[in-house]
């Protein structure tokens, strides 16, 4: 079955075309990060204009680079939500369009479960159960994953998202949205060592976050400070530390309360080289294993969403899908909740 699967949930317009004999065939993407960077955020009515722009041209890009044609495909696969709703519009409305005219099933995916199991589609996969690090610009989460559909929370940020950390510390020290990748790069000239951040949360007992007070502690060093390169890179450094210990700490503690001996590392975050690294070295040491989506497929993309609509095809799940004749987006979802109809 060839899934045709389109993500317009925040600044990436991404599409892809999977197949479940053959895999991945083709995916292409457009980032707007050059066009709200001068904003120092994402602007969401430019987001959506933007999305329109792109989505058709990359459609057609997406078919020609698989080398099939529209009246091939067996179902389309549009992120519904969570994300910005104007934005989420454009991939819904393309999507429900598109299954009416070509009479094949529409199904409307969770971003968060598009970012959970985009590990799956990589060699060596995970198998069923296994603890879900969900790290992305919006979200901080530990779940358990039983199977598609069926996620337990263990524990997630009481304040900002581990991406919104570095993004908001990266801004205080001058460099562009959104400066996760960046703040990274600049960490690696750092001393580690030279400064100490608080680990928030790492002894609550329980596996909630907490990351706001991060950017706090890097104002009051940048206030109290000379700012040289050496010291901003070293700012950097002990931010980026914190922030990989305590993900580190709690990911382990998460594998050890539910017993579980795979961890799969999902959103924007999961590039980070460090907790990578970090994460790697610790699990080998409790014989677990570390799960990562190729490195492409950290940040928002449509071929994460073209595989969890292939996921779910295939499952039992939803046996009667049909083609779309109405269709909503959900700008807030609990992952949690994703099986309970509300529209
Ligand atoms: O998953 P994603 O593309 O979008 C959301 O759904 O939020 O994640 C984007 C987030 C941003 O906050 C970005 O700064 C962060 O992921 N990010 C990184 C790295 N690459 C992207 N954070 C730390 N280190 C990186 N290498
Ligand atoms: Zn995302």
């Given at each position: 079955?060839?899934?045709?699967?389109?993500?317009?949930?925040?600044?990436?317009?991404?599409i892809?075309?999977?197949?479940?004999?053959?895999?991945?065939?083709s995916h292409a993407?457009h980032?707007?990060?050059?066009?709200?960077?001068?904003?120092?955020?994402?602007?969401?009515?430019?987001?959506?204009?933007?999305?329109?722009?792109r989505?058709l041209p990359l459609i057609k890009q997406a078919l020609h680079s698989a080398?099939?044609?529209?009246?091939?495909?067996?179902?389309?696969?549009?992120?519904?939500?969570?994300?910005?709703?104007?934005?989420?519009?454009?991939?819904?409305?393309?999507?429900?369009?598109?299954?009416?005219?070509?009479?094949?099933?529409?199904?409307?995916?969770?971003?968060?479960?598009?970012?959970?199991?985009?590990?799956?589609?990589?060699?060596?996969?995970?198998?069923?159960?296994?603890?879900?690090?969900?790290?992305?610009?919006?979200?901080?989460?530990?779940?358990?994953?039983?199977?598609?559909?069926?996620?337990?929370?263990?524990?997630?940020?009481?304040?900002?998202?581990?991406?919104?950390?570095?993004?908001?510390?990266?801004?205080?020290?001058?460099?562009?949205?959104?400066?996760?990748?960046?703040?990274?790069?600049?960490?690696?000239?750092?001393?580690?060592?030279?400064?100490?951040?608080?680990?928030?949360?790492?002894?609550?007992?329980?596996?909630?976050?907490?990351?706001?007070?991060?950017?706090?502690?890097?104002?009051?060093?940048?206030?109290?400070?000379?700012?040289?390169?050496?010291?901003?890179?070293?700012?950097?450094?002990?931010?980026?530390?914190?922030?990989?210990?305590?993900?580190?700490?709690?990911?382990?503690?998460?594998?050890?309360?539910?017993?579980?001996?795979?961890?799969?590392?999902?959103?924007?975050?999961?590039?980070?080289?460090?907790?990578?690294?970090?994460?790697?070295?610790?699990?080998?040491?409790?014989?677990?294993?570390?799960?990562?989506?190729?490195?492409?497929?950290?940040?928002?993309?449509?071929?994460?969403?073209?595989?969890?609509?292939?996921?779910?095809?295939?499952?039992?799940?939803?046996?009667?899908?049909?083609?779309?004749?109405?269709?909503?987006?959900?700008?807030?979802?609990?992952?949690?909740?994703?099986?309970?109809?509300?529209?």
């Amino acid at each position: 079955m060839l899934v045709l699967g389109i993500e317009t949930s925040c600044d990436e317009t991404g599409i892809a075309i999977f197949d479940t004999e053959r895999g991945l065939l083709s995916h292409a993407l457009h980032s707007q990060i050059l066009l709200h960077s001068e904003y120092g955020g994402v602007v969401p009515e430019l987001a959506s204009r933007d999305h329109i722009r792109r989505v058709l041209p990359l459609i057609k890009q997406a078919l020609h680079s698989a080398d099939c044609h529209l009246h091939q495909l067996n179902a389309i696969a549009y992120t519904q939500g969570p994300g910005l709703a104007g934005a989420l519009l454009v991939g819904a409305s393309i999507g429900a369009g598109l299954s009416f005219a070509l009479n094949i099933p529409a199904l409307g995916i969770h971003h968060l479960e598009g970012h959970l199991l985009s590990p799956l589609l990589s060699r060596p996969a995970p198998a069923f159960p296994f603890v879900a690090l969900l790290v992305s610009g919006g979200h901080t989460q530990l779940m358990r994953v039983n199977a598609v559909g069926d996620y337990h929370l263990l524990g997630e940020t009481v304040d900002d998202a581990a991406g919104e950390a570095f993004d908001k510390t990266a801004k205080l020290l001058g460099i562009d949205y959104p400066g996760g990748a960046a703040l990274a790069k600049l960490a690696q000239q750092g001393r580690p060592g030279h400064f100490n951040f608080p680990r928030p949360m790492l002894n609550s007992g329980n596996l909630n976050f907490s990351f706001s007070g991060l950017k706090t502690a890097a104002l009051t060093l940048i206030n109290k400070q000379d700012i040289t390169e050496q010291i901003r890179a070293d700012i950097a450094c002990a931010f980026q530390q914190a922030v990989v210990d305590v993900l580190t700490e709690k990911s382990l503690a998460a594998l050890a309360q539910t017993g579980l001996k795979q961890l799969v590392v999902a959103g924007g975050v999961g590039a980070n080289t460090e907790l990578r690294n970090t994460l790697n070295h610790r699990a080998a040491n409790q014989n677990a294993t570390v799960f990562y989506p190729e490195l492409e497929f950290c940040t928002d993309n449509g071929a994460m969403i073209a595989f969890a609509g292939a996921m779910r095809l295939q499952t039992t799940l939803h046996q009667n899908w049909q083609p779309a004749r109405s269709f909503t987006v959900k700008a807030r979802w609990d992952l949690e909740r994703i099986e309970q109809s509300d529209d």
